[in-house]
């Protein structure tokens, strides 16, 4: 009976109060205040271990950027490796973050990939791997890009991650 109120305000307050239940339901906040009426301790160590949670989550992004851009190389994967000179279909990737275009000896490269000329910065890479064929009109690379930037991101870091 004792969580009936709440449940029922949750209902009526709708979306908003949603908000509040991450990461510790609402009720269970509501309690602590209770229990602890006047004292300030608990919801105060409670707020300090959110912002906690906050400050160390870039040092962790780096990490998961590089997990995930692993999972999304697996796209990859069927026509390129990040072993150094392990030629697929496609260039090995060894090194790729900064490396000038096209560079790879003894791969043969379409004419619109040999012309494009430049160096694959990370904005470079971004921009082809958004939409290879429309990057570079008439490349060989038969892949149909990544719409997400999140996954672009994750990957160029991985690629970036495989150098001397
Ligand atoms: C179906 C095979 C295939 C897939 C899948 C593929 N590629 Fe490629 N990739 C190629 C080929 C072939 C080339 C050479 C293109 C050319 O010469 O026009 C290439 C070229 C490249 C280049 C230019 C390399 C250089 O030396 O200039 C980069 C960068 C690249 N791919 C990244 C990727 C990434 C990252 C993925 C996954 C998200 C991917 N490719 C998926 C086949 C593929």
């Given amino acids: 009976m004792a969580f009936l109120p709440s449940s029922s305000r949750r209902t009526l307050s709708g979306s908003t109060d949603r908000k509040c239940n991450w990461p510790w339901p609402g009720s269970f906040l509501a ?7 006047g004292e300030e301790i608990p919801v105060s160590a409670i707020r300090a271990l959110s912002l906690a949670a906050i400050l160390f989550a870039p040092g962790l992004a780096l990490a998961d950027d590089l997990e995930a851009g692993e999972k999304v190389f697996k796209k990859c994967m069927s026509c390129h ?5 392990e030629n697929k279909v496609g260039p090995s990737l060894f090194g790729v973050v900064g490396r000038p275009v096209a560079s790879i000896e003894g791969f043969k490269y379409s004419d619109a990939m040999k012309a494009k000329g430049g160096t694959w910065t990370e904005a470079e890479l971004d921009h082809y791997l958004l939409n290879p064929k429309a990057a570079v009109p008439g490349t060989h690379m038969s892949f149909m890009g990544l719409k997400k930037p999140e996954d672009r991101a994750a990957v160029i870091a991985f690629l970036a991650s495989h150098h001397h």
Avoid at 31 to 37: A, K
């Fill in 31 to 37: 309690s602590v205040q209770r229990s602890t009426s």
């Fill in 81 to 85: 490796s990040v072993a150094e000179g």
